[in-house]
């Protein structure tokens, strides 16, 4: 059986398994998937913080299977089944080597940082997808010298800016390599490729329309995300942000990775290799960029996982490389050392999975806190809050709401029914997407269930909108009768509106 026929049947193995576990795993859809899917219920050529791409995925996906678990998150399988090739692709075209494309297609999948994000229906998974498939579709160009791979490296690069704003970071990457080969130096003489920057600016021109519209607020947000203008320097969210990554990819594999990177800028700038040079480009530029971003303010774990969609084959390639170069006891130790490392990966990827496994083994409150509070307890709010509805409309008509988007969110999406839900602004919370939507204009005199995380207190501002608001602590438990997580719902009545919004302090 061929490399490639053998991984497409691993590829569908796994995929059969992520599938099994969305349907019969213990997990709820996060709050960002949550929210997403309300954005596949207003599909619009953009949205406040991301591009269309993952509503318009979603809406596809749930018009099939439904407003489910399985149908939100479906296609985060599809896309991280495809980007799992792309891998393989790459290590085969950039490395000339089948088998270390197959090696690392099948280790990315049994890393943490890859297999938790394999279930989960955000923008990341359609964000590695098309880097990755630019990067391959780069390197088709400069091997076969047709226009038609530039033209599909500017599609892949606008879709891959509609599902993240992110992908534009490709561009300097590209542009890196182009000028460090002097075979390739040449394409900036050519027309293809800056017909294929014209496709992908085609393609990002519903989030441009979107944003001339909307008082670019995208535009705004992503520049406070950025940390655009902070002049302070610390080291401590730099250190956090690399001990993130060694956490989410395992330390050896991390180190692997980034030795396999180093043989790449070392070879390839040393023998002119042409796809050492792009897969290098491809990555490092990206992770340094973001190891930068560290010094001026936390950056999330995962803004720098595209870097990894060459670092995996060529952190293989480079280790095959070194297995070539060793004597007998250096093999025995090289090999001891890989195997560790991936059986590390799938261990640290399997408690991922079934964290509750570790609580015999001292980690009794693992369940209780992130990342596994975001996705649980939902379900649950969802049929008390369903049946606080049902007892408040016999006397009237109920709308829902919270004071965060998450929140608003989950209620959205496990309520019976699945009613419009609206996010109220209370003077201390970010703008968000429900901001930009019709708000409470139309519900005077409706009676409400307000909703906010944990034991709270009262709003000054949402009090003084209802004639009535009465509390009530709701507490998710989990079997074995341990709680889980709080809520406190307030029954509120007779809403009289609320002040219009002056502006938000930050975005």
Request: aromatic share 16%; proline share 4%; hydrophobic share 45%.
């Amino acid at each position: 059986m061929s490399k490639s026929n053998k991984l497409t049947a691993v590829l569908a193995a796994f995929a059969v398994l992520r599938m099994m576990y969305i349907v019969w795993g213990p997990f709820g859809i996060s709050p960002d998937e949550a929210h997403y899917w309300e954005w596949s219920r207003r599909l619009d050529f953009s949205y406040y913080s991301k591009g269309p791409a993952v509503a318009y995925v979603i809406a596809f996906f749930t018009s099939v299977f439904g407003s489910t678990e399985f149908g939100i998150r479906i296609g985060a399988v599809f896309f991280s089944t495809a980007a799992s090739y792309l891998i393989y692709l790459i290590g085969r075209d950039l490395f000339g080597s089948e088998t270390a494309g197959f090696r690392a297609a099948v280790l990315t999948n049994i890393t943490p940082i890859f297999s938790i994000g394999a279930i989960l229906m955000t923008t990341d998974v359609m964000f590695l997808t098309f880097w990755a498939a630019t990067v391959w579709a780069v390197k088709r160009a400069v091997d076969t010298k047709s226009g038609l791979w530039w033209y599909l490296c500017g599609l892949f690069i606008g879709l891959g800016f509609l599902s993240k704003y992110t992908m534009v970071l490709v561009y300097p990457c590209i542009a890196l390599f182009l000028l460090s080969s002097r075979n390739e130096r040449v394409w900036f003489l050519r027309k293809e490729p800056y017909i294929g920057a014209l496709v992908s600016l085609a393609a990002a021109t519903p989030v441009i329309y979107w944003n001339i519209t909307h008082g670019q607020v995208t535009i705004k947000h992503t520049m406070g995300q950025a940390h655009v203008g902070s002049g302070t320097l610390s080291v401590g969210p730099l250190f956090e942000f690399i001990g993130s990554q060694a956490l989410l990819l395992t330390p050896l594999i991390f180190i692997g990775l980034v030795y396999g990177l180093f043989r790449c800028g070392t070879i390839g700038f040393r023998a002119d290799k042409s796809g050492l040079k792009l897969a290098f480009f491809a990555s490092a530029p990206l992770f340094l960029f973001f190891l930068f971003k560290g010094l001026h303010g936390k950056v999330q774990a995962n803004w720098a996982v595209a870097s990894y969609m060459t670092a995996f084959p060529a952190g293989v390639w480079a280790l095959e490389e070194l297995y070539g170069k060793c004597s007998g006891a250096g093999k025995k130790v090289l090999k001891g050392t890989v195997l560790l490392a991936a059986y590390t990966g799938a261990i640290a990827s399997f408690f991922a999975y079934f964290p509750w496994t570790l609580e015999p083994l001292g980690a009794e409150r693992i369940m209780d806190g992130p990342p596994y509070n975001r996705v649980t307890g939902w379900k649950e709010l969802g049929g008390k809050i369903s049946a606080v509805k049902d007892e408040m409309d016999s006397a009237g008509k109920t709308f829902i709401m919270s004071d965060t988007y998450q929140i608003t969110s989950e209620l959205a999406l496990y309520t019976k029914g699945n009613p419009v839900t609206y996010n109220a602004y209370t003077g201390s919370r970010r703008m968000n997407q429900y901001d930009l939507w019709p708000g409470f204009e139309d519900l005077l005199g409706y009676n409400a269930i307000y909703v906010k995380g944990g034991d709270a207190s009262a709003d000054a501002v949402v009090e003084a909108a209802f004639d009535r608001c009465d509390k009530e602590l709701y507490t998710v438990y989990r079997s074995g009768g341990r709680a889980l997580k709080s809520f406190t719902i307030w029954r509120c009545y007779g809403f009289k509106g609320m002040a219009p919004i002056d502006g938000y302090s930050k975005y």
